[in-house]
T-cell receptor, first 117, second 112 residues
Framework: DTGVSQNPRHKITKRGQNVTFRCDPI?????LYWYRQTLGQGPEFLTY????????KSRLLSDRFSAERPKGSFSTLEIQRTEQGDSAMYLC???????????????FGQGTRLTVV | AQSVTQPDIHITVSEGASLELRCNYS??????LFWYVQSPGQGLQLLLK??????LVQGIKGFEAEFKRSQSSFNLRKPSVHWSDAAEYFC??????????FGAGTILRVKS
């Protein structure tokens, strides 16, 4: 596998249900990011991990959202008590960071499209 | 706060014609700049990036972009568009920590 993998690709859920998405980054990448993209907009940053540490969270990430990267490899994004406004494409990206403050190229997965009905 | 503006929501060009997609950014320091392309229902693919050095950068698929600090711009160009270039294009700026701030995107339509 040479790319970022996200599962599932599509998810339809009823309002109020919990959903969990998975992201498998490129294997040697230490940084992992979650973004959300709504129709007609660019992706918006949600959260960022360096190895297993969650270093930054956007104010968009309400307390119904939680992300983990338990062993510094794959990551999960859970949304509890889903609302219709959560309907969006959730994108995962990974990169190889060389040090604090370094900027490197991020590779994106194909995304998980969530529809809350 | 950092921001990215892509003034054109849609652009239509004829196949074989040249293309320029505009991108303006607001950022306090030297920006790291990116152009990504997204086909319908797909993730983002990096076309090119500017970190430092030569302000004219070459990317994949025949795209290039020029960083103009005085105009806070990073416009994407291609001399001859192919039908397969039809997609949505996003400009992004990357501040500290590699968090990217994206523009709203420009949808490119190619007519034959």
């Amino acid at each position: 596998d040479t790319g970022v993998s996200q599962n599932p690709r599509h998810k339809i859920t009823k309002r109020g249900q919990n959903v969990t998405f998975r992201c498998d980054p490129i294997s040697e990448h230490n940084r992992l990011y979650w973004y959300r993209q709504t129709l007609g907009q660019g992706p918006e940053f949600l959260t960022y991990f360096q190895n297993e540490a969650q270093l930054e969270k956007s104010r968009l990430l309400s307390d119904r959202f939680s992300a983990e990267r338990p062993k510094g490899s794959f990551s999960t994004l859970e949304i509890q008590r889903t609302e219709q406004g959560d309907s969006a494409m959730y994108l995962c990206a990974s990169s190889l960071g060389q040090g604090l403050g370094s900027v490197t190229e991020a590779f994106f997965g194909q995304g998980t499209r969530l529809t809350v009905v | 706060a950092q921001s990215v503006t892509q003034p054109d929501i849609h652009i239509t060009v004829s196949e074989g014609a040249s293309l320029e997609l505009r991108c303006n950014y607001s950022y306090g320091a030297t920006p790291y700049l990116f152009w990504y392309v997204q086909s319908p229902g797909q993730g983002l693919q990096l076309l090119l990036k500017y970190f430092s050095g030569d302000t004219l950068v070459q990317g994949i698929k025949g795209f290039e972009a020029e960083f103009k600090r005085s105009q806070s711009s990073f416009n994407l160009r291609k001399p001859s568009v192919h039908w397969s270039d039809a997609a949505e294009y996003f400009c992004a700026v990357g501040p500290y920590g590699n968090k990217l701030v994206f523009g709203a995107g420009t949808i490119l339509r190619v007519k034959s």
